[in-house]
């Protein structure tokens, strides 16, 4: 605990971190949380799993005071990880009276009229946000903190025009903080639109490189299925992620594994909030081992200990595969990344190779049984939507 003791964080915060098992600052807690503390604003480029959460909450826990109004605004991309960035910022802030709450879609809107009467930090999605501000039951005016959470998948999910409408209505005598895991034009203008003389912190990918093995293989439109099952039968231990453009193939792919005997949720846009919280706190519990999932959905997604990540189907878009990677290789265990290709993804897949500048093997095909399907897949659906 002496590294944190010397980013000088309160001993209230300090007492909860110990309680929560934690020992030493990650490299983005111990460059952002001074500054934080100090109310500089920050630009950090940082990923999901980074520990961005305790590095802009220490802040606003230290510089918030019980029934002041809401003092600090935290905008995020997801439903999960404004209820996960809630839950851990209520964990550090355990020994000091601060009401935290959460507003996003799905919620019932009276619950959270009364919760926001007396928050003193507000955790949201931008749309629900302004919901709120269209019908006058969130104040503003005293919010001196203002995050902008993994800013870039924000601004790629369209929801731009909303966070430039919720930033009118907070002060211009504020602190904000912004995280993004990579800077593109959208989140430039903002930057330079709303930080003042940021200070600018990079630290380095929260994945390892050289503990992550990936590669590809090649099939038959017919064998896609049958060779997921194989690969998922042959894991013995750890956290697996399968990702599907589309909500149609996450269901497929879901409820076919499910039929098959082996123990997997999917959770996609599609899903109320209550059914997406319900399948998290399973696949938490591990009585879910398989997770499969839309980019959108998966986004926020803190998961620890994912030992493999599956690309059932290949992203259009090249970022995603590498937030999709990213889930495993983590503090320092091994990871491993599987594409399985069929015809209808090398387009996609030769975008991933050429715009990523990677490299990546193909595998030999093992022997495997071609498996009857209750679910029917629909191949080159048009849904995109996740």
Known sequence: MEKFK???????????????????????????????????????????????????GAGII?????????????????????????????????HKPLTISAVYGGMPMDRQFRR????DVVVGTPGRVLD??????????????????????????GFIDDVEKIIRHVPIERQTLLFSATIH???????????????????????DPTKLTQGYYDVPDQLKFSLLVHLLKQEKSGFVMVFCNTRHNTDFISNNLKGLGIPAEAIHGGFTQGKRNKIMEKF????????????????????PNISHVY????????????HRIG???????????????????????????????????????????????????KPNTRNRRR
């Not at 300090?14 to 001074?34: D, R």
């Not at 999932?293 to 926020?300: F, L, P």
């Open 6 to 56: 010397e980013l000088n964080i309160e001993e209230s915060i300090l007492k909860a971190l110990q309680e929560e098992g934690f020992t030493e600052p990650t490299e983005i807690q111990e460059k952002a949380i001074p500054p934080a503390i100090q109310g500089k604003d920050i630009l950090a480029g940082s990923a999901t799993g980074s520990g961005k959460t305790l590095a802009f």
């Open 62 to 94: 230290q510089n918030s005071v019980k029934g002041a109004g809401i003092q600090a605004l935290i905008l995020t991309p997801t439903r999960e990880l404004a209820q996960q960035v809630k839950e851990s910022i209520k964990k550090f802030a355990k």
């Open 116 to 119: 926001l009467k007396v928050a």
């Open 132 to 157: 709120h501000i269209k019908r006058k039951t969130i104040k503003l005016n005293n919010v001196k903190t203002l995050v902008l959470d993994e800013a870039d998948r924000m601004l790629d999910m």
């Open 185 to 207: 034009g959208m989140v430039s203008n903002l930057i330079e639109k709303h930080l003042k003389d940021p200070v600018k912190i990079e630290v380095e990918s929260h994945v």
């Open 284 to 303: 938490h519990s591990q009585k879910v081992l398989t997770l499969v999932c839309t980019d959108v959905a998966a986004r926020g997604l803190d998961i």
């Open 311 to 322: 690309n059932y189907d290949i992203p259009s878009d090249p970022k995603d595969y590498i």
């Open 327 to 377: 889930r495993t290789a983590r503090a320092g265990k091994e990871g491993i990344a599987i594409n399985i290709l069929s015809s209808r993804d090398h387009n996609n897949f030769g975008k991933v190779l050429q715009e990523n500048k990677i490299e990546i093997p193909v595998l030999d095909t093992p022997r495997i049984e071609r498996i009857q399907l209750n679910w029917r897949e």
